[in-house]
């Protein structure tokens, strides 16, 4: 059984990753999209987990610009001989061709793979979802660590989404401040759509949080308090539960379980 220190310690990917595919094997179909591949080790993590598991009917799809993180407001050049591992324009740049080498090397089949190149302010367009024909999404996970970038890639999600669709953020707690990275962006895309309400899962690695997706009716948005009329979020707590899903959120769960 996986425990706090499998989740947190070195490993914690791939342990999440295996928690994450026995729930999309059990609870929800659609596919897989990663955003933010960078090396291909979580990448690679999910691949094997769904493997494992015998989730044969999940696609595959990574998005990054292949060149490092974007030149945005929070995330200005690369200083020389600055720290590669910071949240700066240009660091964590992976070639395509070197990242589909790395997955063929681990193991995975680069057949059953959908890279999609570019910026995700230029790349997450609607002819895009047109070229894609991704119905739903069983496993989203965002590493993108930027505020902006996690703005762009919710708002592409949003149409598929469903509930027990798994949300991963792995740098959710990448900053000491709740009005900044994805966070931030989380909060603006639930406010802006009340009948999404996520609950907590799970924590893995040092920085990274999964939730479970609720589709909720109007009736629901109004016992959530969420009836549908926008208004701004001041902390991410605001808009996500962190504890236990309250008991009337059974019923989805129940009968995404039935059709099974």
Not at 123 to 131: A, F, H, M, V, Y
Not at 156 to 161: A, H, L, P
Not at 169 to 195: I, M, T
Request: aromatic share 12%.
């Amino acid at each position: 059984m996986s425990t706090i220190l499998d989740l947190m310690g070195p490993h914690g990917i791939d342990v999440a990753a295996e928690l994450a595919m026995q729930w999309r094997k059990h609870r929800v179909r659609g596919d897989y999209l990663e955003f933010g591949t960078y090396q291909g080790k979580s990448f690679t993590a999910f691949y094997r987990a769904a493997e494992k598991y015998g989730v044969d009917d999940m696609r595959f799809f990574g998005f990054d610009s292949f060149e490092g993180l974007p030149e945005t407001d929070t995330c200005g050049p690369a200083k020389p001989g600055g720290n590669p591992a910071a949240f700066a324009a240009g660091n964590y740049a992976y070639s395509q061709d070197r990242f589909e080498a790395t997955l063929e090397k681990n193991g995975v089949d680069v057949s059953k793979v959908t890279l999609i190149p570019g910026f995700y302010n230029e790349s997450l367009t609607s002819s895009l979802k047109t070229e894609l024909a991704i119905e739903s999404a069983g496993i989203i996970n965002v590493d993108c660590d930027l505020y902006e970038s996690t703005v762009d890639v919710l708002s592409f999600v949003t149409e598929y989404v469903r509930t027990g669709t798994l949300l991963l953020f792995d740098d959710w707690l990448a900053y000491a401040s709740p009005f900044r990275g994805e966070p931030q962006a989380c909060s603006e895309w639930l406010a802006r759509n009340p009948q999404i309400y996520l609950t907590e899962y799970f924590k893995y690695r040092e920085t990274g949080v999964a939730f479970i997706v609720t589709i909720l009716s109007q009736s629901e948005q109004r016992l959530a308090g969420r009836d549908g009329t926008e208004k701004s979020a001041d902390n991410a707590s605001d808009v996500v539960e962190r504890t236990s899903a309250p008991r009337w959120l059974s019923r989805p769960f129940r009968a995404v379980r039935s059709r099974l």
